[in-house]
């Protein structure tokens, strides 16, 4: 795997991320992608047993909003056989939230607090215990520690003469990021309109190659920059697996 890259944060937070990633072919690029949905593991609810469901809701509808809810995920301290059991006792009239949700561990909890399970009317319960197991996004979607992943071309601006008065004034639409005399700026910035930042002159643009803008966000399991990092962790374990059944 190709090590002589690049990486620039545009907008860096726990949940959403902007960065750049110079040097790496498309393919790479796209194995990033499919790493982050796909490859990183993280906790989820999968079995739930009911002592008590007196809501409007079957049992089957109630654990899959449940296997819905992100939880947090330490790196390292599961394994793929270990489980988390978390409880869940609410009595209406009250609503249960995913706040609701207790576990006997702090390093892993709901990742929000205010995911609405079901509104309980007066007399009505809902008690549960629910076991958490690691699982990756290709086996199912309510592991996919990435919710929106995606990644476009870095895009070069060359701004030339004045446009000619007689022209017509039209938009000039891009998306992502740009890059201008070297500074990096988000396309969002200035309406996605080059015509809003270059009044009045003629504008090039033009791909940069082997560079990619990622936007990833998380669903609140792991930081997004933990996130990554993960996923081109997996990316590297498989070549290395790869690597050793061919030289066989």
Same mark, same amino acid.
């Given at each position: 795997?190709?090590?002589?890259?690049?990486?620039?944060?545009?907008?860096?937070?726990?949940?959403?991320?902007?960065?750049?990633?110079?040097?790496?072919?498309?393919?790479?690029?796209?194995?990033?992608?499919?790493? !982050?949905?796909?490859?990183?593991?993280?906790?989820?609810?999968?079995?739930?047993?009911?002592?008590?469901?007196?809501?409007?809701?079957?049992?089957?509808?109630?654990?899959?909003?449940?296997?819905?809810?992100?939880?947090?995920?330490?790196?390292?301290?599961?394994?793929?056989?270990?489980?988390?059991?978390? %409880?869940?006792?609410?009595e209406g009239p009250a609503t249960a939230y995913s706040g609701d949700l207790v576990s006997p561990d702090p390093q892993v909890e709901p990742a929000d607090e205010n995911i609405p399970l079901i509104e309980l009317k007066d007399g009505q319960r809902l008690?549960?215990?629910?076991?958490?197991?690691?699982?990756? $996004?290709?086996?199912?979607?309510?592991?996919?520690?990435?919710? %929106?992943? $995606?990644?476009?071309?870095?895009?070069?601006?060359?701004?030339?003469?004045?446009?000619?008065?007689?022209?017509?004034?039209?938009?000039? !639409?891009?998306?992502?990021?740009?890059?201008? $005399?070297?500074?990096?700026?988000?396309?969002?910035?200035?309406?996605?309109?080059?015509?809003?930042?270059?009044?009045?002159?003629?504008?090039?643009?033009?791909?940069?190659?082997?560079?990619?803008?990622?936007?990833?966000?998380?669903?609140?399991?792991?930081?997004?920059?933990?996130?990554?990092?993960?996923?081109?962790?997996?990316?590297?374990?498989?070549?290395?697996?790869?690597?050793?059944?061919?030289?066989?």
């Amino acid at each position: 795997m190709a090590t002589d890259f690049d990486v620039e944060f545009i907008e860096d937070g726990d949940r959403e991320a902007r960065f750049l990633v110079r040097g790496i072919t498309p393919a790479f690029a796209n194995g990033i992608r499919r790493a !982050i949905l796909a490859d990183v593991p993280t906790l989820s609810i999968d079995t739930v047993r009911f002592v008590e469901n007196s809501s409007v809701l079957f049992d089957e509808v109630l654990a899959l909003r449940m296997g819905l809810v992100p939880l947090t995920t330490p790196e390292g301290e599961f394994d793929e056989d270990d489980t988390v059991t978390l %409880a869940i006792d609410v009595e209406g009239p009250a609503t249960a939230y995913s706040g609701d949700l207790v576990s006997p561990d702090p390093q892993v909890e709901p990742a929000d607090e205010n995911i609405p399970l079901i509104e309980l009317k007066d007399g009505q319960r809902l008690e549960a215990e629910a076991d958490a197991v690691l699982g990756r $996004g290709r086996d199912h979607a309510k592991f996919q520690g990435g919710v %929106a992943v $995606g990644y476009r071309h870095l895009q070069h601006v060359e701004v030339g003469d004045d446009a000619s008065e007689y022209g017509e004034d039209e938009s000039q !639409i891009v998306r992502g990021v740009i890059e201008d $005399g070297g500074d990096l700026v988000a396309t969002s910035e200035f309406g996605h309109d080059l015509t809003n930042r270059y009044p009045g002159k003629e504008v090039t643009v033009e791909d940069v190659p082997n560079a990619f803008v990622f936007h990833v966000e998380s669903d609140g399991s792991m930081p997004v920059d933990e996130l990554v990092l993960r996923a081109v962790g997996t990316l590297s374990t498989r070549a290395d697996e790869l690597r050793e059944k061919v030289s066989l």
